[in-house]
């Protein structure tokens, strides 16, 4: 699969219209800089809920949760200095709870009200609730933003024994965090196996296999069914699917089954939405001069298509660029190969690509003990997906791969499976 590339927009340059951007974490940021950075000389305004300095996302399953309360300035996604400097507002602590897209006018959780010539949606995604009987616990910790993270992270000190529902990268993350910080952990995840719906079945056993060698006890086709509370635990119930049920005790419990794209205020104005805001390739949404970007964001051109919304910190770079360029009537970049990344104990994965659901993996090692790649190609033999596990040089080149076309499939499993081939050759192939 390859990139998508937009035409050149014909619309006007915006620079001096007034633009507000609703939430400030990295799609938001990094939105409302690349606007300055193209020549924008109108009022930028970040309207966030969240109190303080916005914080860097990906830390906070892992370094966040290990740091002390004093070093939270080292994870500020920019410093006070920086929205002076760009002459950038910031209103933190404030919610938008209405916006009319015909009025281009919004209102304020305290009554006011402000205009726009252009509007972004950043809102993100907020957690998914626990469906089952006791999901809605106060003391169940869910991680999301940065006011999650610091409550996981009072309540972690404490902690003796913490049990994981959801098996993805959020809740592996944390896993391992917990394990560092020397706690009982315990992940419990529904499906056959750790981060079925993200990682090939080969990374999922490579991760599980590095958790248990850490201590930490997986459970695999386990359905929680309830969660209750007595004075001094938790308990979890659970079963398998052979109907084998138990009951699990725990002083910390974390839920991390996935997210909600937090699409509220496009719903109320009237906006198209679906699995997210509904965009064009531009990240246009269905009312005219308001925009979508980052995890509510559901493009129906580009990558996916139009059928995933893709949740990651490149995906809100990627959308925050295009989006300013949309608006300041600039030709707009192509949509990019997604890439991820994820820290565990001393393993550092970096994938590129999209695991099929049905797919065929080499397994590929390093140059270097401990390095590891996993190559993923779909049903009809193109290389849709690489995992790479310290091994920064399988990534890049299998981005490289991924962002170029190759119509006569010369990239194969064979080739990859090779150990006598170069992997930096294949760079430089015609």
């Known amino acids: 699969m390859t990139a998508s590339t937009p035409t050149q927009l014909s619309q006007p340059a915006s620079q001096h219209k007034d633009i507000i951007i609703i939430g400030a974490s990295h799609a938001g940021i990094a939105c409302a800089e690349r606007l300055r950075k193209l020549g924008h000389e109108g009022s930028i305004t970040v309207i966030d809920r969240l109190k303080g300095l916005p914080l860097e996302r990906p830390p906070l399953s892992k370094a966040f949760l290990k740091s002390a309360e004093s ?3 080292a994870f500020a996604l920019r410093s ?19 916006i009319a897209p015909q009025d281009h006018q919004l209102t304020l959780d305290n009554g006011d009200t402000l205009g726009w010539h252009q509007l972004v949606l950043a ?3 907020y957690p998914r609730p626990l469906p089952i009987s006791g999901g809605d616990n106060k003391n169940i910790m869910m991680l999301r933003h940065p006011v999650d993270a610091r409550a996981l992270r009072s309540k972690l000190n404490a902690a003796k024994h913490v049990i994981i529902i959801g098996g993805g990268y959020i809740g592996l993350e944390v896993a391992a965090s917990a394990r560092t910080l020397g706690k009982e952990v315990s992940v419990i995840e529904a499906a056959d196996r750790l981060l079925a719906r993200v990682a090939s079945a080969e990374a999922s056993a490579y991760f599980q296999a590095l958790h248990q060698a850490n201590g930490v006890a997986i459970h695999t086709q386990a359905q929680v069914s309830g969660i209750a509370e007595t004075e001094t635990k938790m308990q979890v119930l659970i079963g398998d699917n052979k109907a084998n049920n138990a009951t699990m005790d725990a002083d910390l419990i974390v839920a991390g089954i996935g997210v909600i794209p937090d699409m509220d205020l496009a719903a109320k104005a009237g ?34 298509n139009g059928t995933i ?3 990651s910190v490149h995906h809100a770079q990627m959308s925050a660029d295009i989006a300013a360029q949309s608006m300041m009537g600039q030709a707009a970049d192509a949509h990019e190969t997604p890439w991820f990344w994820s820290e565990q104990y001393d393993v550092r994965l970096q994938s590129a690509g999209l695991v099929p659901a049905d797919h065929d993996t080499v397994r ?9 790649s996993f190559w993923s190609f779909s049903a009809n033999g193109k290389l849709a997906a690489v995992e790479a ?3 920064s040089q399988a990534y890049m080149v ?14 194969t499993k064979a080739l990859i499976a090779d150990p006598a081939t170069e992997l930096k050759t294949l760079m430089k192939r015609p």
Do not use: C, K
């Not at 006070?80 to 209405?98: K, R």
């Open 71 to 73: 070093d939270e300035t």
């Open 80 to 98: 006070e200095s920086w929205f002076a400097d760009n002459q950038i507002t910031l209103m933190a602590g404030v919610t938008v709870t209405q």
């Open 123 to 125: 809102t993100g995604a």
């Open 271 to 304: 906006l198209s939405t679906g699995n997210g805001v509904l965009t064009d390739a531009f990240y246009r949404s269905s009312a005219a001069d308001i925009y979508a970007i980052g995890d509510v964001a559901l493009p129906a051109h580009g990558y996916t």
């Open 309 to 311: 919304r893709l949740e």
């Open 364 to 372: 590929r090692e390093g140059r270097r003990q401990g390095q590891v």
């Open 389 to 391: 596990l310290n091994d």
């Open 398 to 411: 299998g981005r490289h791969l991924l962002s170029s076309p190759d119509p006569e499939n010369r990239i």
